[in-house]
């Protein structure tokens, strides 16, 4: 586990959407090592949350 802090410098969302990528920026860096399959990770959850908001 890795014990750094992000620090949040500037927001226009929800307190519940930025509890919401806190945690899975905080799943993909634990699950990956490499940026570019970070990125992917938060890509592949976000697409997916705004995919079942717009369905709803």
Same mark, same amino acid.
């Given at each position: 586990?890795? +014990?750094?802090?992000? %620090? $949040? /410098?500037?927001?226009?969302?929800?307190?519940?959407? !930025? !509890? +919401?990528?806190? !945690?899975?920026? =905080? !799943?993909?860096?634990? /699950?990956?090592? $490499?940026? &570019? +399959? %970070? =990125?992917?990770? %938060?890509? &592949? +959850?976000?697409?997916?949350?705004?995919?079942?908001?717009?369905?709803?």
């Amino acid at each position: 586990m890795n +014990d750094c802090k992000a %620090i $949040i /410098k500037n927001v226009d969302m929800s307190e519940e959407m !930025q !509890q +919401d990528s806190m !945690q899975c920026a =905080t !799943q993909a860096l634990e /699950k990956h090592n $490499i940026e &570019k +399959d %970070i =990125t992917a990770h %938060i890509k &592949k +959850d976000f697409d997916k949350k705004m995919f079942l908001k717009a369905s709803s």
